[in-house]
């Protein structure tokens, strides 16, 4: 702050106050309409205090869910996210690191012809090859089952550049003194670089997580069993009913359970998320 | 690019690239190239026969009013998610720049929906704004405005785009705030000693230092409101009501997996890629430049 203007600052914590209240209006409202009972809610008039159904109503979301329509419980499908995540997370970090430690620490033919096969990924994302890329994962039997949702999104350009421009930094003389005491690249990579990628490793690791926990279009395409719902998409079908007003009060605790994982995620790591993202992005 | 000391193995460094290389192959080459295969192929109603098109699939579908529409609908849906978001987070960013006090929680406050997903911000303020529950909804009522997305195009396309718009601030806010305070403070201190006021400072000086961000952020955005929206509107409008909310992305889908077009979609798939690598060159042209800087 240059000068001294309260009127200014106070200004600017207004602008922020009613921007975090936009912001966070969304939650607060789910969050209430997950605490009524379902006649509260079609009255016309929501409340905009929470009511007195909040353990009701989740436990019933968790255990039993829409049970009517043939979903599994939301409890279940949380399962499934996690799952899910959890795999893409580790398996994109896993074929990461030990790709740009080739790239970076060996010389070989092709080396640069796999950097840029690994570039090309960036430039497909599901989105743009639904069809085609649905019809691979058919072929080799992957539809609904684990491997199916997490396998075919585990190559990843960004994460692979990321341990690159790490491993660029990881000073010479240690790869030096690793040979001359006689340690192989496999003993070097697991008893040095693996260490020193530690705060890397977490910050892609949040990073990576939210991606594979949000995934939707990807799950919708690959799983017809409702055994392997994930929660984001379990909650496209509780709201678009045929002909009828969803049941509010399950459709929002379903959405808040939904989206806590990863904002406590974000949240409680903070720091490594903002360091994750900054760096994801260079 | 490599280390000066590297290790030499035959096989090993093959090994390691080996998975991230297979699964690249298996999932994005292949489907890829059997999308740009099959954009030049028209099969028969029936799946019986198959027919090399070469251009005809592209040349129907810039014939086809729309598709045109859902192209045209498509750039304003995202300049409006870009533009509404990035202002929204620039606004917010000079504030939180400015406050000493409280600043890391505003920030706090802020980043969460980053951790949402596309889906899940599509379906909260769906809720917000249903016409019989929503309490956005019974506000606008109060004003006389009888919101309903169900019948009124409109009324879609602005909630699609505020669901879009929202999630997007945070991760706008972070790098807004970031570059903000990154800006010398002796420059700002010496246009102030000029007599120059805190707007005029924003204008002449800081705006003009934060366009890097300003610009990467335009591709990010861009790129966002192209393809990671699809879940907001599969979850909420599904394209409707009529076509007005069916954006590109979802457009693919629909044509593809409902509508079982092989040879249309492949095309749309096609165009598709061609805008992401647009995009992608276009940031790491930008990139490159930043070095510089």
Sequence with gaps: MVERRPGLTLFAHLVLILGCAIVMLPLWIAFVASTHEPSALVSGLMPLWPGDRLVDNYERVLEQGLRSSGAIPVGQMLGNSLIMALAIAIGKIAISIISAYAIVYFHFPGRMLCFWVVFITLMLPVEVRIVPTFEVAAGLGLLNSYTGLALPLIASATATFLFRQFFLTVPEELAEAARIDGAGPLRFFRDILLPLSRTNIAALFVILFIYGWNQYLWPLLVTTNQNYTTIVMGIQRMVTVADAEPQWHVVMATAILALLPPVVVVLVMQRLFIKGLVETEK | ?293
């Design chain 2, 1 to 293: 690019m490599h280390k000066r000391v590297t290790f030499r193995n035959l096989w090993l460094p093959y090994l390691l690239v080996a998975p991230q290389l297979a699964v690249t192959a298996i999932f994005f080459l292949w489907p890829a190239g059997q999308a740009l295969y099959q954009s030049f192929l028209r099969q028969d109603a029936f799946g019986l026969s198959t027919q090399f098109v070469w251009f005809d699939n592209f040349e129907r579908l810039f014939d086809d009013p729309l598709y045109l529409a859902s192209f045209w609908r498509t750039l304003f849906f995202s300049a409006a998610v870009t533009l509404s978001s990035m202002g929204f987070a620039l606004l917010l960013a000079t504030m939180a720049d400015r406050v000493i006090r409280g600043a890391t929680g505003y920030k706090t406050l802020l980043i969460w929906p980053y951790a949402v997903a596309p889906a899940i911000a599509g379906v909260l303020w769906w809720f917000l704004f249903s016409p019989t529950v929503g309490v956005l909804a019974y506000v606008l009522r109060g004003f006389g405005y009888r919101w309903n997305h169900f019948l009124d195009g409109d009324d879609a396309m602005l909630l699609v785009i505020i669901a879009a718009a929202w999630k997007q601030v945070s991760y706008n806010f972070l790098f807004f705030l970031a570059g903000l305070q990154a800006i010398p403070r002796s420059l700002i201190e010496a246009a102030a000693i000029d007599g120059a006021g805190p707007t005029r400072r924003f204008w002449t000086i800081v705006f003009p230092l934060l366009s890097p961000t300003t610009f990467f952020l335009l591709v990010v955005n861009v790129a966002y409101a192209f393809f990671d929206t699809f879940g907001v509107i599969h979850a909420t409008t599904s394209g409707g009501p009529g076509q007005a909310t069916n954006i590109l992305v979802y457009k693919v889908f629909n044509d593809g997996f409902i509508g079982l077009n092989l040879g249309s979609s492949s095309a749309q798939s096609v165009i598709l890629m061609l805008v992401v690598i647009a995009l992608t060159v276009v940031q790491f042209r930008f990139i490159e430049r930043k070095v510089h800087y």
